[in-house]
């Protein structure tokens, strides 16, 4: 039973559009939500996280907004650009570092 | 700035060897986890440790071990390699600040099992 889930393996984007990656999960549990940046042949790199009694985080060209009562959360990227081409695990924490992973979605940024 | 650096990169054993994978961080952090990733899912949590002398288990760690006798190292040992157990190892680590504190993440270990 997986408790965190990305629905879409993939995502094409032109660049200077905005991307939107989902992300759903079971666990009302979770106290934090994330997401991570993956490119290839490197370890995963952090990229933002919202903590579970806000709805809203923004960092930059990067904006995640958590929906409890859906439970469902979305990274935007705004403006895309080239060097967001990646795969975006989202993730949840259940305390003490524990993360629990989506599938993970590969962005593709097109000029 | 080395960061969290994982031994070796790459690695092919037989069935039934032993191994350990080794992991270091220079960052004095508390938290350290092991997971690994397979084609299709994401991470995985093998083990984990909250600090010197302390481990627990993740979802996945049966055929792993781990110890912690340092703050710097977390070696994860497979006891008798199985064809199941070929994955991508990722080593990570964080501080245990107030809210959430990133994991920074090694390169990986690519471990094939014949």
């Known amino acids: 039973d997986q408790q965190v889930k990305q629905n879409s393996p993939s995502l094409s984007v032109q660049e200077g559009r905005i991307s939107i990656l989902n992300c759903d999960y079971t666990n009302s549990m979770f106290d934090y939500f994330l997401w991570y940046k993956k490119y290839p042949a490197e370890g995963p790199t952090f990229l933002i996280s919202i903590s579970s009694i806000k709805d809203k985080n923004e960092d930059g060209r990067f904006t995640v907004f958590l929906n409890k009562s859906a439970k469902h959360l979305s990274l935007h990227i705004v403006p895309s650009q080239p060097g967001d081409s990646a795969v975006y695990f989202c993730a949840a924490s259940e305390g003490a570092q524990k993360l629990v992973f989506g599938q993970g979605t590969r962005l593709t940024i097109n000029p | 700035n080395a960061g969290v650096t994982q031994t070796p990169k790459f690695q092919v054993l037989k069935t039934g060897q032993s191994m350990t994978l080794q992991c270091a961080q220079d960052m004095n952090h508390e938290y350290m986890s092991w997971y690994r990733q397979d084609p299709g899912m994401g991470l995985r949590l093998i083990h984990y440790s909250v600090g010197a002398g302390i481990t627990d288990q993740g979802e996945v760690p049966n055929g792993y071990n781990v110890s912690r006798s340092t703050t710097e190292d977390f070696p994860l040992r497979l006891l008798s390699a199985a064809p199941s157990q070929t994955s991508v190892y990722f080593c990570?680590?964080?501080?245990?600040?107030?809210?959430?504190?990133?994991?920074?993440f090694g390169d990986g270990t690519r471990l094939s099992i014949l």
């Open positions: 990570a680590s964080s501080s245990a600040g107030q809210g959430y504190q990133p994991q920074h």
